[in-house]
């Protein structure tokens, strides 16, 4: 568990973590120590001269003394290295999951990685903060005492080691029993999250369809199924409780009639015997809380190899030598890219000059907008490359090629905070004059002068005070502000009013004007923007040229906006 714990933390910990063990197993050795100066501490009191009690008396206080020291100096450096260990395990989970390509974010890792995040992480390293040193305790002290007994009494001694394998023994197989049932309850945790959160995200949609009850029912199941996981756990961990309980105190009932033998022959002084005992019992304590203790290391050892497996989960891999692009234009070589078994691009190749716009049209799922999720890297290709400024992005530092880019994706996510603070995410250090500059290019001074607290006032969790064409321009403003050579917009305008559209329209003109532009079009006032027209379909280009030169070719570029232009029926 330690090396799991080191393997998540990286070796920086290696040494404080070592130190803490050894100082927790330091203190539990002092506590066993302790307890056996009862032995010669009672032999002396009820022996012929009970005052050679008191140098027994005076090492024993000292040995309780050291112990107390020990146990702060292990509690408090457990206690700080878990905390360290905690904010050093949130920041490297953070980094990571910033590196992971954005396709593993389906759906199910949601869930999943917000209970780890949540819950997960705090359980994996409470055990340092609290349980590691009572565990370590548990195992050490009695074992400590086992080996002066063994001194005091090679018979009681033995007697007492016996019992070390039976414990030993029982304590792997409830972990065994428990192993199934553990993740079976975290695998229902997981689903059960993820309902809540499908829940409470699609609560406008469930409303409009009156779908609430539904959907809640399903949530309910998920809740219950996690209760009756959670049962059948506590249950799977009944007889391991049992059984370590009946073997402790057969174990001491043993001793107890071994000793009353050995006493009444003559073997072990009277006045030894009851200390031996007072041993036994207090070797019985802790190994009756390795019981209770061991479900919750298990827990903790769960998470951490979730961890674990999180964070060797393979990122997209950084170029060993980052080039530099020279250049803005864009290039795709015969690019070839699933999702999973589906061929979503099949052999494209496509160019985009320096300063020239593209527009990309097709019919829906044909690869619009994974095309424009290659070029910012998103994923890798699985052959081919695509290239920016003449180098291949998987050549090109992430914060370089990001830098090189601003995007305005169709679905707008807006921090909760100002709109100057979402804005300034576009370029953390720009002047304020700056950041106001950008959202007045944006049209964004009317949605600004319209809201109470004006520049002040927060737009609500994921932008939701907002409108959906207000967000737009916040999008807009912050693209506008990172001031990125290369532009990708993904068709924004579908599903706005006229007044946001206008306003929109302006703010996407200034941020295209002199930049290399791709733009995912469903509309010909769009798409009439651009330089050049890739028309996408089965994963390839099947035509490129001007608006007017596709229009004249009567090909499929024709027909699709002779189908997209023709009113329905009724309209
Ligand atoms: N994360 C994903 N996992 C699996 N399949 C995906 C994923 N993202 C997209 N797809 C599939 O890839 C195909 C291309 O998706 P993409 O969003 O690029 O299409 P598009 O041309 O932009 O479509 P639209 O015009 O409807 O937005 C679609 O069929 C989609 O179902």
Known sequence: MIRTLLRVLGDEHARPLRRTVALMTAAAVAEGLSYALLVPVLRALFGDAPADAWPWLAGFGAAVAGYAALRYAADLSGFLVGTTLLRGTYRRLGEHLTRLPIGWYDAGRVGEVSVLASRGVLQALSVMAHLLAPFVGALVTPLTIVAVMLAFDWRLGLAALAGVP???????????????????????????????????QAQPVLRAGGRTGERFGLLDDALREVQRASRRTVLAALPGVVGLTLAVQAMFTALLVLGAYLAIGGGVGAAELPAILVLA??????????????????????????????????????????????GHGLVFDSVTFRHGDRVILDGLSLEVPEGERLAVVGPSGAGKSTLLQLIARFYDVESGAVRVGGVDVREIGADVLMSKIAIVFQDVYLFDGTIEDNIRLGRPDATEAEVRAAASAARLDEVIARLPGGWAAGVGEGGALLSGGERQRVSIARALLKDAPIVLLDEVTSALDPVNEAAVHEGIERLMAGRTVVMVAHRMRTVRRADRIAFLDGGRVVEEGSHDELLRRQGRYAAFWATALTPAPGD
């Open 166 to 200: 039976v414990v030993a023994a029982i304590q792997a197989w409830a972990g065994r029993a428990l192993a199934a049932t553990d993740a079976e309850r975290h695998r229902r945790d997981k689903e059960a999250t993820g309902r809540v959160i499908e829940f409470l």
């Open 281 to 326: 019992a207090r070797c019985a304590d802790p190994l009756l809380s390795l019981a209770d203790m061991g479900g919750q290391v298990r827990g903790a050892r769960a998470e951490l190899d979730r961890l674990d497996r999180l964070l060797r989960t393979e990122p997209l891999p950084l170029p060993r030598v980052p080039v530099e692009p020279a």
